[in-house]
């Protein structure tokens, strides 16, 4: 199997950069994505729970959620790497 490989990566060396460089592109993007996503929803829960904690309203820690820099510009950064790896898949 792994002289097949090889023969295969001698054979085709350009194809086999392609195909080696998309799969990690994919890889790296999940990745990026699962820990954006990930950060994003301790801070959105860190703000829930001292909002609770301080006897808030609902509207008004809502309200925090959406107007934090902190949070539109992880959103921001989810659409990109979204965009991104669509326009990776695509290619």
Known sequence: MIVEIIQIKNFFP???IYIFKKVLDQKDFK???KLISSYKR???KEILDRSMKLKMPQNKFEE???NNNELINLKKALEDLETESESHSKV
């Open 14 to 16: 350009l194809i086999w």
């Open 31 to 33: 990745l990026s994505k």
């Open 42 to 44: 301790r801070l959105e």
């Open 64 to 66: 925090i959620i959406n």
